[in-house]
């Protein structure tokens, strides 16, 4: 027997029996047809990513500020008293512990660099104060070997100098417009001309006995410091997208260092004007 469709096929058109079939065919097997024949569409990329903010209250940063600051004002403190009576008493360290001022200054770099890279240990409580200390004591070594060859004013003056230095423009990183303070790149670069000029410096100082080169190397640290200041305020303060919160000691030796290196630059300036 046959079925109705195949006894009307010899009348029908070519395309009239293909859709009486197409229509006779289960509609999973159309579903699968349709799906099949659909083309591929690509995801279309997110015209806006969502950002995701987090703020800082207030309070949790004035907190952070405080203990900054608290340790920052410590550290100060205890290494300029300690310069300034080693600066009485007219006591040569080396002498007495016959290491050279560069051996501590390695050290205190390397751990300082350690310090700053590693965010690991430096988010250990235990490890960074231990390589907190140890750049305190380094650094109180390293100016107990040179402030005998100052008066005992001078390294006063700086000593004085140097925290207003240190609160005029860390006030002004903190507080002024930042289209008037420098920004990451000049920052960078500025650093890295700073660096290999005092590293060429170092190494000439050992072949040239010239107190010229001094009086270059503390100009070249003296322009790093007042530069990279009001950077470093920006970001203890939150002014560059993000705060440090866990970061109290790194800033707190941050603050330290600027406030040495400033009495370092005036002492080079004295020794150029004395032997020049």
């Known amino acids: 027997m046959h079925t109705p469709l195949e006894q009307c096929q010899p009348y029908l058109q070519p395309t009239q029996v293909q859709e009486q079939q197409q229509q006779q065919q289960p509609q999973s097997h159309q579903t699968i047809w349709e799906h099949e024949q659909r083309p591929v569409l690509e995801p279309e990329p997110e015209q806006e990513q ?20 608290l340790h920052a004002a410590i550290f100060i403190l205890a290494s300029s008293i300690s310069w300034l009576v080693v600066s009485w008493t007219n006591f040569e360290l080396e002498e007495v512990v016959p290491v050279p001022a560069a051996w501590w200054f390695v050290g205190a770099l390397v751990l300082r660099m350690t310090m700053s890279y590693v965010s690991e240990w430096r988010s250990n409580s235990l490890i960074s104060w231990v390589m907190t200390i140890c750049i305190l004591i380094f650094a109180v070594l390293i100016g107990a070997s040179f402030v005998h060859l100052f008066p005992v004013l001078l390294v006063l003056g700086s000593l004085l100098g140097s925290l207003a ?112």
């Open 165 to 276: 230095i240190v609160a005029i423009f860390y006030a002004i990183g903190a507080q002024g417009p930042k289209k008037m303070l420098p920004g990451l790149i000049c920052f960078t670069v500025l650093s890295c001309n700073c660096l290999v000029i005092n590293i060429v410096l170092f190494i000439m100082n050992y072949f040239v006995d010239s107190s010229k080169i001094g009086l270059v190397c503390g100009i070249s640290i003296f322009c790093w410091v007042v530069v990279s200041m009001p950077f470093d305020a920006q970001e203890i303060h939150g002014r560059l997208g993000t705060a440090p919160l866990l970061d109290v000691l790194h800033c707190a030796l941050t603050i330290f260092i600027h406030f040495t290196l400033i009495p370092a630059a005036i002492g080079l300036f004295y020794l150029y004007h004395k032997y020049k």
């Open 50 to 69: 969502e950002r995701i903010v987090v703020g800082i209250d207030d309070v949790t940063l004035k907190v952070f500020l405080r203990s900054v600051y």
